[in-house]
């Protein structure tokens, strides 16, 4: 059973996980489609630009990624808080 200190802590390290995964997902969908684009048009992926490619292409990767490590991430920060379900 999850102590109200645990519960806490739990929502403590969600939040600072959120945090991060929108901090990468910020960065892949605005810097690498927008901001860094000519850097990334050096570089080519099946005959596209990088930079196009992350911008069509890369950044929904990346978002599937990240939800796919928040749900693997989350059942570990549940069960070392104690607040998993059976």
């Known amino acids: 059973m999850a102590t109200p200190e645990n519960r806490r802590a739990h929502w403590r390290a969600n939040l600072r996980l959120i945090a991060g995964l929108l901090f990468v997902w910020a960065f892949v969908s605005f810097g690498c489609s927008i901001f860094f684009v000519e ?23 990346v978002f599937v990624v990240l939800i796919a490590y928040y749900a693997w991430r989350m059942n570990r920060l549940d069960r070392k808080y104690g607040v998993h379900e059976d």
């Open 39 to 61: 850097f990334l048009d050096q570089y080519q992926i099946g005959g596209f630009k990088l930079g196009f490619w992350m911008a069509q292409q890369g950044s929904i990767y």
